[in-house]
């Protein structure tokens, strides 16, 4: 396939890393799916070779259609790693769900959301064979993950890890992203992490921001965990750098939901910490009056938060973690 910048691109059905050239740089588009009109659906990949063979690492973005921070993370370490130095591979996904990015929406087109049905179905609706595919043609090469996401629509989300803590390899990876919060998170069934885990793949999930948007700060700060992680898997000669402030670990986590309806206001910033009984979000009436606050119910640190006012009953308020011991 041609691009405009006049570059040519192979098309793959299956990406398959020890066909990629040694020493070199390479990108592909790998055909997924047809869509309704019977046109290829691609989706792009581009994969780092090093001269000697080792371990490979997968990058993925934008699982979701709308979390796009991860998208630059993985285009700028591929224009920063030395090629010859580099021991192993780096397998970089900057757009999974191609058909929800396209539409700027977060699911996929049947409405699934395609991180709770990994690794789908081969015979299945046409997210869950989307989902399959992806898994089976690209992810099953990987042996570490880093899966990025970011917070949804209508919410914010600090720069935070959810990872097994338990398994001392993923702990590892987790650490190293100098993250302002990581939570104990085993894999979840349906996730792409806990599939990958399936597989004996040690994956972590990186929620880096907002949707919808390209921040510059946190952009950097996946950038230097990525390095981080380099330099400790012995694929590139890295400098680590060490967190500015000290990671929260927490021990598990939980959203806080509204029981009815109205404009709501949230009070606590992300990273701040609350404390058992500390007022959190009001919410008032669409003639302005006040119909009920609500209190932290245990203390902890705020992950993510709503910052959308029009919240029906069952709405989310903050997303609470509660710091480990």
């Not at 080792?54 to 591929?78: C, D, M, Y």
Request: aromatic fraction near 8%; glycine fraction near 10%; proline fraction near 5%.
């Amino acid at each position: 396939m041609l691009l405009e910048t006049g570059e040519e691109i192979s098309i793959i059905r299956e990406l398959k890393v020890e066909e990629a050239p040694k020493g070199a740089i390479t990108r592909y588009w790998l055909h997924v799916v047809n869509d309704s009109m019977g046109v290829p659906i691609h989706i792009p990949i581009i994969v780092a070779r090093g001269k000697e063979d080792g371990k490979v690492l997968g990058l993925t973005a934008a699982v979701h259609g709308n979390e796009i921070n991860g998208i630059p993370v993985i285009q700028r370490i591929f224009k920063e790693i030395d090629i010859n130095e580099l021991k192993g591979t780096i397998v970089g996904v900057p757009v999974v769900n191609i058909p929800s990015f396209v539409r700027k929406k977060r699911r996929f087109i049947d409405g699934a959301d395609l991180n709770h049905i990994m690794p789908g179905k081969p015979d299945g609706t046409v997210s869950q064979v989307y989902a399959w595919r992806v898994f089976n043609k690209i992810i099953k090469e990987f042996d570490y993950l880093m899966d990025l996401h970011t917070a949804s629509n209508g919410r914010v989300n600090s720069y935070y890890i959810r990872a097994d803590m338990d398994d001392p390899v993923v702990r590892k990876m987790a650490l190293l992203q100098n993250a302002q919060i990581i939570v104990h998170n085993p894999p979840n069934d349906g996730t792409l992490r806990g599939a990958a885990d399936d597989l004996g793949i040690a994956a972590i999930t990186l929620e880096v921001g907002n949707p919808n948007t390209f921040q510059k700060g946190i952009i950097r700060e996946g950038l230097t965990g990525l390095h981080n992680l380099l330099d400790f898997f012995g694929m590139l000669a890295c400098t680590v750098e060490e967190p500015d402030e000290e990671t929260v670990l927490c021990k598990r986590s939980y959203w806080i939901y509204t029981d009815t309806g109205g404009l709501l206001r949230v009070y606590p910033k992300v990273t701040d910490f609350v404390k058992k009984g500390e007022a959190i979000a009001s919410m008032y009436s669409i003639f302005g009056d006040l119909i009920k606050e609500y209190y932290a119910p245990e203390d902890g640190i705020v992950i993510g938060k709503s910052i959308h006012p029009i919240n029906q009953t069952g709405g989310r308020i903050l997303h609470l973690g509660i710091v480990a011991d």
